[in-house]
C-alpha cells in the first residue's frame, strides 16, 4: 500500500509541489512542516523513490539549509539531516551526489561545533548528524576516504584537522547517548584501512590524550555507571 500511495503522490508531481513550496518559503514554520513532510517520505526503502526525490534537487537545497544557519533554525538544520540521512541509506548514487556536493564536509562542520554533544538544546541535532555520517558516509569507500583526509581548521588559532581527528575530539566531550553512537561510527570506520594511521596519530587538542587513552578513558567512565 505505501509503496503504491508513494507512486501516486511521485505521479501527481506531489514532490515537484513539495519542493517548490519549501523553496518558496521564507517562515520558518511552515519551512519546518514541509521538512517533517519529506522526513516521512524519505523514511520510504525503496531506491528508486530516493532517486526520485533527489532527482527534484532536494539535496541541494538541504545542504544550502544547513550551511545557512543565520536564516535556518537547529531544528530545521536537524531535520535537513535526517532527509539526507533517510535518502542515502542504502543508495549508493545518493551518498555519491551527497559527497559531490559537499555534504560530508557540512558532517565534520557540524561535529566541531562547540555546542553540538555538550549542550542539552543540540541533544537530537547531535543524534541526527551521527545519522547522517552512518548513512552517507560510512559503508562507502569513497565517502568514507573524504571523511578521513578532509580538513578543517577546529579553531583560528590550531592546525587543521582531519574527519577523524574532529570524531575523537567530539567523543572526548559528548554526552552518554551521543558517546554510544559516535563509537559505533568509530568502530566501523577504523576497519577502513586509512583510518589506522590517523587513529594511532590523534592527540586531543584540550588534554594531549591519545586514542587509546581516550578509549580506555571511556570504558572506565562506562564501567563506573
Do not use: H
Not at 517548490?20 to 519551512?31: A, G, I, P
Not at 531544528?75 to 532527509?83: A, Q, S, V
Not at 559531490?100 to 543540540?122: C, T
Request: hydrophobic share 40%; charged share 25%.
Amino acid at each position: 500500500m505505501s509503496f503504491f500511495l508513494n507512486f501516486r503522490f511521485y505521479e501527481r508531481n506531489g514532490l515537484f509541489s513539495l519542493t517548490k513550496f519549501l523553496t518558496n518559503t521564507n517562515d520558518n514554520e511552515r519551512r519546518e512542516k514541509c521538512l517533517k513532510a519529506f522526513v516521512n517520505i524519505s523514511y520510504y526503502d525503496e531506491e528508486e523513490y530516493k532517486l526520485k526525490i533527489s532527482d527534484e534537487g532536494i539535496i541541494d537545497i538541504l545542504l544550502d539549509f544547513i550551511q545557512n544557519e543565520v536564516e535556518n533554525t537547529l531544528e530545521i538544520r536537524e531535520l535537513c539531516f535526517t532527509i539526507l540521512s533517510n535518502l542515502c541509506k542504502n543508495c549508493n548514487k545518493n551518498k555519491k551526489l551527497f559527497r559531490k556536493k559537499g555534504g560530508i564536509e557540512l558532517i565534520i562542520n557540524s561535529l566541531k561545533d562547540a555546542n553540538i554533544g555538550v549542550s542539552p538544546n543540540y541533544a537530537v541535532y547531535t543524534l541526527s548528524v551521527l545519522d547522517c555520517l552512518w548513512n552517507a558516509v560510512l559503508g562507502n569507500r569513497k565517502n568514507e576516504n573524504v571523511f578521513l583526509e578532509n580538513e578543517v581548521t577546529l579553531l583560528y588559532f590550531e592546525m587543521n584537522r582531519k574527519g577523524l581527528y574532529v570524531l575523537m575530539e567530539f567523543l572526548e566531550i559528548c554526552g552518554i547517548l551521543q558517546r554510544k553512537v559516535a563509537l559505533s561510527c568509530l568502530s566501523y570506520i577504523i576497519e577502513n584501512p586509512r583510518a589506522i594511521n590517523y587513529f594511532c596519530d590523534w592527540n586531543s587538542s584540550r588534554t594531549m590524550i591519545n586514542s587509546t587513552q581516550l578509549l580506555i578513558k571511556l570504558y572506565e567512565l562506562e564501567d563506573q555507571r
